[in-house]
């Protein structure tokens, strides 16, 4: 591409245009672009030397520059441990269930929200759904052991009340995944009508008023105009969710785990956490975050060429 020109005091003939003179004539977008920009650099590039740890034997009385290079040792120790296709079973087990029940419920909330004509009455329905993200885990693993435990949860005192048994739903480990997916449902589909929503208000109305011209009811409308428009947003947000495949809730996961269900609660964050602060492993805590991130990167790539090979609009 050409640089843009300007033409010299001299006479018409054009030279290139420098680029600091470039960013002194639009200095008010750099400007704006400035916060974000050093966002990035302090909170994002700035900490990738960190990275360099998993390759350290990192003791904090040596330091950084005094631990000795372990090369791919902490790679390989995580890989032979027995519980590894344990952590990937149960991360990715989590994450499908996610994929699966999470991604869709915004979607078909937000498609019902957008239906709603009485605008005082969508705006508090909105809201509701909005409340449970500002909630934090700890209030949400509360509630939850107040619903479900086996002695004060009010699922069992029902239960008990219509004669039946009392059921440990936190300790069996055939309720863990769905309880985990639940919760996230709950806390999280509001929030996330919020990009849909905003996708659907730029849906042209005229298309609406020709497809009830045509005869086309609510449902046609919502199937042929509606979703059509919003699919490059759920493109978009499916390739970066597949992404994230590799990410659970460490928090929310960290709450709801107690040692009778830990064969199924173990993830790759759980263990991190285990191993690079409780037992002061820090190398191997960045060896594990190292693994998650190169096969978030792969797994992005990946989905990207995958869309727009589908004659779709990836994120690049």
């Known amino acids: 591409m050409e640089q843009p020109a300007t033409l010299s005091s001299e006479g018409n003939k054009a030279y290139p245009a420098s680029l600091w003179s470039r960013i002194v004539k639009h200095r008010t977008i750099y400007l704006l672009m400035l916060p974000g920009l050093l966002f990035f650099i302090v909170f994002k590039f700035g900490p990738l030397w960190g990275l360099l740890l998993a390759f350290k034997d990192y003791n904090p009385y040596l330091g950084f520059a005094g631990s000795e290079w372990a090369g791919f040792d902490h790679f390989t120790a995580l890989f032979a441990d027995p519980n590894f296709y344990v952590m990937l079973r149960n991360t990715l087990a989590i994450n499908l269930l996610g994929l699966v029940f999470n991604f869709p419920v915004p979607i078909v909330l937000a498609l019902m929200l957008n239906e709603i ?171 594990v975050g190292m693994f998650k991130g190169i096969i978030g990167l792969l797994l992005i790539v990946t989905a990207n060429r995958i869309v727009k090979k589908m004659g779709q609009e990836g994120i690049y």
């Open 117 to 287: 004509r009485h605008e005082t009455f969508k705006r508090i329905n909105q809201s509701i759904v909005y409340m449970p993200h500002f909630l934090s885990w700890v209030v949400v693993a509360s509630m939850t052991y107040f619903i479900l435990s086996a002695d004060v949860g009010i699922i069992n005192k029902i239960i008990v009340s219509w004669g039946g048994e009392s059921v440990s739903f936190l300790s069996q480990v055939n309720y863990f995944w769905a309880m985990i997916t639940a919760q996230s449902v709950w806390k999280e589909a509001g929030w996330g009508t919020i990009i849909f929503l905003a996708a659907m208000a730029g849906v042209d109305p005229q298309r609406y008023e020709a497809a009830v011209v045509d005869g086309a009811n609510r449902w046609r409308q919502i199937w042929h105009i509606t979703l059509p428009a919003i699919r490059p947003t759920i493109v978009i947000l499916l390739v970066l969710r597949l992404g994230n495949m590799f990410d659970v809730g460490f928090e929310q996961v960290l709450l709801m785990m107690n040692p009778l269900v830990m064969s199924v609660a173990e993830v790759f964050d759980t263990y991190s956490y285990t191993r690079g602060i409780l037992q002061g492993n820090v190398s191997v805590g960045v060896a």
